[in-house]
């Protein structure tokens, strides 16, 4: 059985970029709802900062809803917005998680080069954006729609495919996907 690290939280080493193995009017995901699933599934653990989840062989993403128990916990509740970047490989296959930006309470300083950099560095084919909005809406600003656009072009350009930004909020997560965002 391997199992997969998702730390919260900077290292101190590097407060920018930290990477751990491991409505009617838009689609949202239910936060109760998810964590039922997450306490029901036995697999998953949680103990003190740090998030487990054991599985069989590689940890495939094939829907944001794979993705969103992998952060929930580690991004719900944080005070400053933080954003994070899950790292596939061509098989869609959960490589790690990088936070790339802690913020303020309302942004943080996104670059495409510290998103696309680390991709290079783990040997990535795709990626999946996720950040918190602490306000607990997990609806996209202005901002965040642009920057997923520039992402997205610059994604196109290397070769590396985005193929989702999620946005975690107390009230629940929402999908550029799945809002057709992207």
Do not use: W
């Not at 802690?102 to 290079?120: H, M, N, Q, T, Y």
Request: proline share 5%; aromatic share 6%; with cysteine.
């Amino acid at each position: 059985m391997k199992t997969i690290h998702v730390h919260s939280g900077h290292s101190p080493g590097n407060p920018k970029q930290h990477c751990s193995d491991g409505d009617s009017s838009y689609v949202t995901g239910s936060f109760e709802n998810t964590l039922v699933r997450l306490t029901g599934i036995d697999a998953f653990e949680v103990s003190g900062k740090k998030g487990c989840l054991p599985c069989e062989g590689m940890l495939v993403i094939e829907s944001t809803d794979d993705v969103v128990p992998l952060v929930l916990l580690h991004m719900v509740f944080l005070k400053q917005e933080q954003f994070r970047v899950i790292f596939l490989d061509s098989k869609n296959r959960f490589i790690r998680t990088c936070i790339i930006s802690i913020g303020s309470l309302d942004k943080a300083l996104v670059e495409p080069r510290d998103v696309f950099r680390p991709a290079f560095t783990h040997a990535a084919a795709s990626i999946i954006l996720v950040h918190n909005h602490p306000s607990g809406d997990p609806t996209p600003s202005k901002e965040d729609i642009l920057l997923t656009q520039q992402l997205c072009l610059c994604g196109k350009v290397l070769g590396i495919e985005v193929i989702d930004h999620v946005i975690i909020g107390i009230s629940g997560y929402s999908s550029f996907k799945k809002r057709n965002l992207m």
